[in-house]
């Protein structure tokens, strides 16, 4: 099984995640229109619909 966000799984377990289960990947978990993936990429927290990357903070949840 792959981890979900290369070197990210203390990230994963803080926000209680499963670091094996690459479907969290594209889970909104909060419902503020950003993935997992890019809350993590730009350090938001995925389960506070008030935290969410910034106006011009892009993000594609397909990339590597």
Not at 13 to 26: H, L
Not at 43 to 53: A, G, K, M, Q, Y
Request: hydrophobic letters at 25%; aromatic letters at 18%; charged letters at 30%.
């Amino acid at each position: 099984r792959r981890v979900l966000f290369r070197s990210a799984t203390g990230w994963e377990y803080y926000f209680n995640f499963d670091p094996y289960d690459d479907a969290d990947r594209m889970v909104d978990t909060d419902g503020d229109g950003h993935v997992n993936y890019c809350e993590y990429k730009w350090d938001t927290n995925p389960r506070d619909i008030n935290s969410f990357p910034g106006q011009g903070q892009l993000c594609n949840p397909f990339e590597e």
